[in-house]
């Protein structure tokens, strides 16, 4: 084999390859630009965007009969503000096309039964994303902030300040900071959103082999010591919510391994199908027994 023959075979085979580096060159370069018109359209309309996340905060100040007014700490807080506000509605209007290129980058590659079963993978994670932000923005985070201003104290009926003769009643009231409650939901929006992609998680990986529904029963013990930890450290520190997040994470593990061994009963039944699997398989007998 001459030099110019071997150097036209290594021409032939990284051709390819750059071509799927371009082809993932553009659909990050769209996913990029989709984000960018997202964020720049949620720059607009930001103040209301805003007050909308401000409506848990205002409803338990509400029923203590406070107004809901939050302060700018430092000049340029508001700026920030409308950034991060922008930043997170800029990436759910985004969300589809981000999602979107992964898919059509791989989908060329897959067999029609591959893509089958991986598409509703694809449709389930925005789905399950988007329930878990509601679950935290309708329900965990009035009763965090109901929580946390439960310490206020007024000085109607307050503790006088001792050794300050005449002193009026001490006030411990709430006086926000914008960036720090724009901070603190987003945190609970993305966390409950992230934590209930653990079904969608599993679940493939289950498809693929990688997990198995006995393995996450025997796990049982570790996945609570991790999800308490979870709990820990994407919740502020109260029991409430970290309980909350416990129970709920914890649920959607139970759920997962349900699903994970769906997905294996149902591999099972098609290696049958095939002839590829007897009744007399260890991994069929241990099926039956699981069954039962």
Known sequence: MTDRTRQDEIDDKSAPLIEHLAELRSRLIKSVLAFLVGMVLCFT????????LTAPLCTALAERGQDCDLI??????????????????????????????????????????????????????PLM????????????????????????????????????????????????????????????????GLCFQLPV??????????VSAEGLRSGRKWAVVGILTLAALVTPPDVITQVILFAVVY????????????VEKKRLDELRREGLLDDDDPVFEDELEREK
């Open 45 to 52: 309309v930001a103040t209301p965007i805003f007050n909308f």
């Open 72 to 125: 700018f700490i430092s000049p340029q807080e508001g700026f920030f503000v409308a950034i991060k506000v922008s930043i997170l509605g800029g990436f759910m209007l985004a969300f589809p096309v981000i999602a979107a290129q992964p898919w059509r980058f791989v989908a060329p590659g897959l067999y029609r039964s591959e893509k089958n079963a991986f598409l509703p993978f694809l449709l389930a994670s």
């Open 129 to 192: 994303f988007l329930l878990g932000a509601s679950f935290a923005f309708y329900i965990v985070t009035p009763l965090a902030y109901n929580f946390f201003l439960g310490f206020q104290q007024f000085g109607a009926g307050g503790e006088v300040v001792e050794g300050v003769p005449g002193a009026a009643p001490l006030s411990v009231v709430f006086q926000g900071s914008a960036q720090e409650y724009l901070n603190l939901t987003i945190k609970f929006i993305v966390a409950f």
């Open 201 to 210: 998680l599993l679940t493939l990986m289950g498809k693929a082999g990688l």
């Open 251 to 262: 649920g959607l593990y139970e759920i997962s391994i349900r699903l994970v061994a769906m």
